[in-house]
């Protein structure tokens, strides 16, 4: 059984940027892909980012590509997810998922954390 936590969400002004974080606990942290994903009020979980068990491959959804960076340490059993650039679109709550595959489709991921808030807003 794995454990995430996610940390580092808040209130940002647009144009501006947050660095998430998502402690792995409970498992091995290297057999897993990493996800994150986010849903806003009144929308359907969506897809922001994933990667690899090593980190050196990389995908994102077509909103946040150039503006977001997954990454991962594995020493540290923690990944990240840098946010620039932000807009109020990106308003939402951000969840962390651990999977067996490199996928988009949120379904194929096994463990999720308990999500943190992000909010962009002057």
């Known amino acids: 059984q794995v454990q995430l936590v996610e940390s580092g969400g808040g209130l940002v002004q647009p144009g501006g940027s947050l660095r998430l974080s998502c402690v792995a606990s409970?498992?091995?942290?290297?057999?897993?892909?990493m996800g994150w994903f986010r849903q806003a009020p009144g929308k359907e979980r969506e897809f922001v980012a994933t990667c690899s068990w090593s980190g050196g491959a990389t995908y994102y959804a077509d909103s946040v590509r150039g503006r977001f960076t997954i990454s991962r340490d594995n020493a540290k059993n923690t990944v990240y997810l840098q946010m620039n650039s932000l807009t109020p679109e990106d308003t939402a709550v951000y969840y962390c998922?651990?999977?067996?595959?490199?996928?988009?489709?949120?379904?194929?991921?096994?463990?999720w954390g308990q999500g943190t808030q992000v909010t962009v807003s002057s």
């Open positions: 409970g498992g091995t942290f290297n057999d897993y892909a």
């Open positions: 998922a651990a999977s067996p595959i490199v996928v988009q489709n949120p379904t194929h991921y096994k463990y």
